[in-house]
């Protein structure tokens, strides 16, 4: 019974998605995604909101004839199960893309077995900044809406340059993930003709008080007057407290990984006042732009408000418009070969005022990234 489960969920999940369509010509795309036992999770955010807009777009007659259907499939943790349950996915399905497939592992992973090119599937909006997966060079399936870490690193070494801070110490998650930041970081400084006063790993999962006051006094004398951290929003928050517990004063400038409301929990509004965030996508609080409008509007119409917030729901909505736009300029057949080359050849695409654009060797669609500060009410402010 076990082994059947994930099939019925998919099954049942592209009956519930899947309009009425009479003749309409029905294209499928597929999710599969880890979240299991996971209701409120970031992943499973995205691909909510992505159904929701694919669900809205397929009614009526649909997207330039097309109805869509939507087939999310729950992916197993481990990575060679999950690389199994998303190539079965891909033959049982043929789905003419991928949405939102998630995490640097599994994407590499996927890359590696493949299973994208034998089935001739893009996968649109992998939510991966992995420097070394976005770098692996026989990709020619997987498309990013974001910029990736690289990015992230060169715009806080910029953002802290503008401020007059030239002494940066770097924090890093003691991990893959933290480790690419550092790496970004310090090659970013380099080309300017700089090198970090310190760089300094926090534990995995969570350092303890005493290690983050010693960490908080290695800043201090190192007299860093701007601090890049490239973790996660617990261990900034400690960090935050015992760094201004002790009088430091540095601009701190943090990738995309903490949002704002995870910071304030974990230290507070006044501690985190002032944290400079990298934002590689519009925040959710971004009114001025035509996309976040459009996706609160959808959310909230959709019967979704709890997503409304949520940074990783517009990445995955945005995602799914990005399908949407590709499938209105495509004549003929939808397959994925017919997917992948309007993404490199029919661009630029624009989301609602967030344009992506892609080429025959260009599989970053957008390389922009902005700063958001924590403003007086935790709130960010771009």
Do not use: C
Request: charged fraction near 20%; hydrophobic fraction near 45%.
């Amino acid at each position: 019974m076990a082994a059947v489960r994930p099939r019925l969920t998919a099954l049942m999940a592209a009956a519930v998605l899947m309009p009425r369509a009479g003749l309409a010509d029905v294209v499928t795309v597929a999710q599969v995604l880890p979240f299991a036992g996971q209701a409120g999770s970031p992943i499973r955010a995205a691909a909510d909101a992505a159904a929701l807009y694919l669900r809205k777009a397929s009614r009526g007659d649909g997207v330039n004839g097309h109805v869509i259907r939507v087939v999310t499939v729950n992916a197993p943790r481990g990575l060679g199960a999950s690389v199994s349950r998303t190539a079965e996915t891909l033959r049982q399905h043929r789905p003419a893309a991928l949405l939102n497939y998630d995490g640097a592992a599994r994407t590499l992973a996927l890359l590696e077995s493949g299973a994208l090119a034998a089935s001739r599937t893009p996968v649109i909006g992998a939510l991966v900044s992995s420097t070394p997966v976005r770098a692996f060079a026989d990709n020619r399936w997987v498309f990013y809406l974001r910029p990736g870490l690289a990015a992230e690193a060169d715009r806080m070494v910029r953002e802290g340059l503008a401020a007059g801070r030239r002494r940066a110490a770097i924090l890093y998650r003691d991990d893959a993930s933290g480790e690419d930041g550092m790496r970004a970081s310090t090659a970013a400084l380099r080309t300017r003709g700089l090198q970090p006063v310190l760089h300094l790993p926090f534990a995995v999962p969570m350092m303890d008080t005493p290690s983050l006051d010693r960490v908080a006094e290695q800043v201090l004398g190192a007299d860093a007057d701007v601090i890049l951290i490239f973790a996660d929003s617990l261990n900034i928050g400690g960090f935050l407290r015992a760094y201004r517990a002790r009088g430091g004063h540095a601009l701190i400038a943090t990738d995309s990984t903490p949002s704002a409301p995870a910071l304030v929990r974990a230290s507070s509004v006044a501690l985190a006042r002032g944290v400079r965030i990298a934002q590689p996508m519009p925040a959710p609080g971004e009114r001025r732009t035509r996309l976040v409008r459009a996706f609160l509007a959808d959310m909230r119409g959709g019967g979704r408000p709890d997503l409304a917030g949520s940074a990783e729901a517009l990445e995955g909505y945005a995602s799914a418009r990005l399908f949407v736009e590709v499938l209105r300029r495509i004549r003929g057949p939808v397959t994925g070969e017919a997917v992948r080359t309007a993404l490199q050849t029919r661009g630029p695409f624009d989301l609602g005022g967030f344009e992506v654009d892609y080429g025959p060797s260009q599989y970053e669609g957008s390389r922009a990234v902005g700063i958001g500060v924590v403003g007086r009410e935790g709130q960010l402010m771009n």
